[in-house]
């Protein structure tokens, strides 16, 4: 489909395109195989922590150092290397690193695979973020990412549920499996597929070249910190799921554990289709409802744990506004600075989604999992009131079709490169 249609893009569109199909299939199997590997780690890291709720709630921290070494120290030649040899790459690492739970005892195993996969989903998201930019037409990024999410909340349900349960009744061995063959099943769709033809220039960034295009840019400026306040919420629901439900409530963990992608799933499929991504302010609201969600559910824990199940489903879908977020900055940021800033943003994700983890499980352990609601519900309100009233005293911001933004276009100051065009 080219940008001079008149009709708006769907969700047809994006299996139209070779490149945009096979990043969607490729991301649904390794999210599944992901969060069948998830379900189980979480549950093994459990039990090997004798029981303690902190133990799966470090399988998520230990993400974060790995995540920011791949972000600072790789994250400048991110945009330089070849996007799809990249893609197949990482993949078969992340199978590789799931065997040592299942060759190696104790807890140490299952943190540092958990922090392997970190530094490769760090990676993976940004150069596959890349690839969009350079593959991928414009017109239907937005649909792709919606795609995206959605399968990956999809896979969330499926996987959570099917290893926690498969690692409560035979094992975890058979879910950690899986998820290595979905790594190469992964990497397998990659085989074969040409790389796209760059879109700018590859330059060589520095150190702080993400970080500085993020807050040179006022709409992103605005928005990055609030996200970060919500990043460090995205791990607290299946956190406290192993904590909340114990005793004759052990079975309704993989529900619990599971409920909250439901939520986002269906809230994701709204969002796609909506035009929120350039609508800024629509998202500053959404991130507000999430935090009134939050409240409810805090004070609907105190009448019976399973309300836990309900109440991360509702949290799920209080957190559709994140679909929006990851299509403004792929409409704001120059593809030559995409991969970086991606590895910046994934970095700080998994870096706050794992202090998220351990802050709000230590205060689960200390005040109660309604506590911990209760503060992810103030959290969130107060950012996204507070980026509202920065919004308006920066019209700027609210600006997300400003030209540099546009797709980059051969002119005497940017010349074309010097391979052929490829056929799309």
Known sequence: ??????????????????????????????????????????????????????????????????????????????????????????????????????????????????????????????????????????TIRGRLLALNNVSYSVCEVLGYFAGSTVALVTGAKPAIIADAVTFLVAAGLFTGLAEPLRSARRRRSSLTTGIRTIFRDPTLAMLVPVIWAGLTLGAVPATLATTALRGSYRGWVPLAMAAMAVGLAIAGVAVGRSDMAEHVPGQLRYIVAEGALFLLVAFGLKLTPLLIVAGNFAVGAGMGWTVAAQTTFVLVVPPDRIAHVTSMMVASLIVLEGAGAVVFGAVANSLGVPAAYLLAGVMMVVAGVTGTLYARRQPAALDVTRSHNLPVVATAATPPPARSPRRS
Not at 51 to 79: E, K, N
């Open 1 to 138: 489909m080219s940008g001079g249609d008149a009709r708006p893009a769907r969700y047809q569109d994006v299996f139209a395109h070779p490149l945009a199909r096979r990043l969607c299939v490729a991301d649904a199997i390794s999210y599944l195989g992901d969060f069948v590997g998830l379900g189980a780690l979480l549950l093994v890291a459990y039990d090997r922590s004798g029981g303690r709720p902190l133990g799966p709630a470090a399988v998520f921290g230990v993400q974060a150092i790995p995540a920011v070494l791949v972000a600072t120290g790789i994250g400048p030649w991110l945009d330089r290397i070849p996007r799809i040899s990249g893609l197949a790459s990482l993949c078969l690492i992340g199978a590789a690193a799931l065997s040592l739970p299942l060759i190696f005892g104790g807890l140490w195993p299952v943190l540092a695979t958990a922090a392997i996969i970190g530094s490769v989903r760090t990676a993976y998201n940004s150069i596959r973020s890349g690839a969009m930019a350079d593959g991928v037409p414009q």
